[in-house]
């Protein structure tokens, strides 16, 4: 069982910066990807960025590229999502997700067996 565990979610004054933390802290098996989704009030959830164990960087939706910075430890089995320059759009419950396999560029949440509770960013305008 993989069990993931946020952090570091809360409020933030717009074009600030805010860090989220993720373990995985399943005992038997460890996540290959790791990552973040987020879903905004009245709308669909959508994938913000994630990473493979195997990679050196990893992948962005547009709406982040430049601003959000995914990093990994596989050592601690953690994912931190570093944002800056946040937006009053950034607002939304993120949730760590994280899956088996080893993937770069899926960005469908189908992909990600494994989701944590969420953790709620909020960006004031």
């Known amino acids: 069982q993989v069990q993931l565990i946020e952090s570091g979610g809360g409020l933030v004054q717009a074009g600030g910066s805010l860090t989220l933390s993720c373990e995985n802290s399943?005992?038997?098996?460890?996540?290959?990807?790791m990552g973040w989704f987020r879903q905004a009030p009245g709308k669909e959830r959508e994938f913000v960025a994630a990473i493979s164990r195997s990679a050196d960087t990893g992948y962005y939706a547009d709406s982040v590229k430049g601003r959000f910075t995914i990093s990994k430890d596989n050592a601690k089995n953690t994912v931190s999502l570093q944002m800056n320059s946040l937006k009053s759009e950034d607002t939304a419950v993120y949730y760590c997700v994280g899956d088996l396999g080893s993937h770069f560029g899926v960005t469908v949440a189908a992909a990600f067996h494994f989701w944590g509770k969420g953790t709620l960013v909020t960006v004031s305008s």
């Open positions: 399943g005992h038997t098996f460890s996540a290959n990807t």
